[in-house]
Structure formats: C-alpha cells, structure tokens
C-alpha cells in the first residue's frame, strides 16, 4: 500500500512570491491534515479537508489556504510569502472510519524562502 | 484548546540503556494519544499509540503508559539501538478527530 506522497520535496521561493505544495494521501483515507514544523515552534496545525470540506484550521494567517480534490488529494498554497514561512511542511493522511485516528505523515516539502 | 508538554528535550543515553519521555496534556476530553519518531529528513512515523480506555500498551521494545486522572502519558524504550537515535513527539486528540497536538519533541541520542 502506497504511503503519503507529498511534491515536490525541496522549494526555493523568493519573498512575496506563491507557492503550491501537493499531497496524495494513502488510499481510501479522506481525511488530509497540513502542518508546518519549524525549530522555534515545532509542529504546528495549519488546516484539515475532510471530503473537500475545510473542517478544522490553525491559527495562521489568510496567506495559507488549502483545498481538498474529489479523489482526496490536497494541495496548500501560500501567497505574498515572506522570510517567515521557511519550514518543513507535512501533510498527514487519516482514515477516520469509527473510533480509528491513526494519522500517516508524507516526507514533507521543505520551502526556503529568500 | 489543547496543550501539549513534553519532557526532556534532549535525552542521552548509553546503548542498551532505557530511555523514558514524559509528555502531559490540558484537555481532558482528550483520548488518543499517539508517538512519532522523527529521522533526519523524513517525515514523522508512527511507533505506537494508546487510547484512554487503557493504561500501558507494549510492542517489543517500545512501551506507553498513560495516567487519566494527572493527565500524563509517557513513551518507554527499553534496551535501546544506535538506530533508535531520532526525534520523538507525542500528541494529543480525541476519536475521530483528526487534528493532532504536538509536544515540542525529545532529541534522543543513543551512543553505542
């Protein structure tokens, strides 16, 4: 069974630029959660898509959107970027059928913004 | 909302020695409490996680306990390997939800 495929893996973007970054979750999951994770802050929510749905966000700006396709791949995008937004981000897959919680984290795109 | 605190950051050990990481949560509706292992340039994996209705789960060397009543749930590695050298978050959430709480991790460095 494939795992969470997350693209491209390394980004290089200037400030006020905007970037796309996609995720494919292991199939049959709906549920795609997003996370950046930085040395200060550690692993911080940015948002969760439960069947194209937006059902749960972080506490970040309106720069980051996401958005949730009919076969459940997702994509983040973040706009006007600033030196700031430099992190690992990871995008976490979960079934979410009954009690199951278990959530399957993709290898991350590492963006670094000059 | 949810807070996640976890203990020490850094942890040392000789191998073959057990290492133990602490992590407390603030929600008590919280009930799914899972541990990821992090290696230089992946992403975090599950190891092991436990849900309120019980106290310890084992898998081989690897074993969490949790405490309801003083919120507490920690992560023990017994006989540890140079390979378990890593960083190791724990979360917080409840069933059915999928938005996790992170600790801000523990370095484990295990020397041989």
């Known amino acids: 069974k494939a795992g969470v495929t997350q693209t491209p893996r390394y980004l290089i973007k200037t400030r006020g630029q905007q970037v796309t970054l996609s995720c494919s979750p292991i199939?049959?999951?709906?549920?795609v959660s997003w996370y950046q994770q930085t040395p200060g802050q550690g692993l911080q929510f940015l948002f969760e898509?439960?069947?194209?749905?937006?059902?749960n966000k972080g506490n970040f700006p309106g720069r980051f959107s996401g958005r949730q396709f009919s076969n459940s791949r997702s994509e983040m995008n973040v706009s006007t970027l600033e030196l700031g937004d430099s992190a690992l981000y990871l995008c976490?897959?979960?079934?979410?059928?009954?009690?199951?919680?278990?959530?399957?984290f993709g290898q991350g795109t590492r963006l670094t913004v000059v | 909302g949810e807070n996640v605190e976890q203990h020490p950051s850094t942890l040392s050990v000789q191998e073959g020695d057990s290492a133990v990481i602490k992590c407390t949560y603030s929600?008590?509706?919280?009930?799914?409490f899972p541990w990821y292992k992090q290696e230089l340039g992946k992403g975090p994996q599950l190891i092991i996680d436990?849900?309120?209705?019980?106290g310890e789960k084992k898998d081989q060397r690897i074993a969490v306990t949790l405490n309801k009543t003083a919120k507490h749930f920690s992560l023990h590695i017994t006989e540890t390997q140079p390979e378990d050298s890593a960083v190791y978050f724990c979360a917080a959430t409840y069933s059915g939800y999928s938005t996790l709480t992170f600790g801000k991790g523990t370095m484990l460095l295990v020397s041989p």
């Open positions: 976490a897959s979960t079934y979410l059928g009954g009690s199951n919680t278990e959530a399957f």
């Open positions: 929600d008590s509706a919280s009930n799914y």
């Open positions: 436990i849900r309120s209705n019980v």
């Open positions: 199939s049959g999951h709906r549920s």
């Open positions: 898509y439960f069947s194209e749905t937006q059902r």
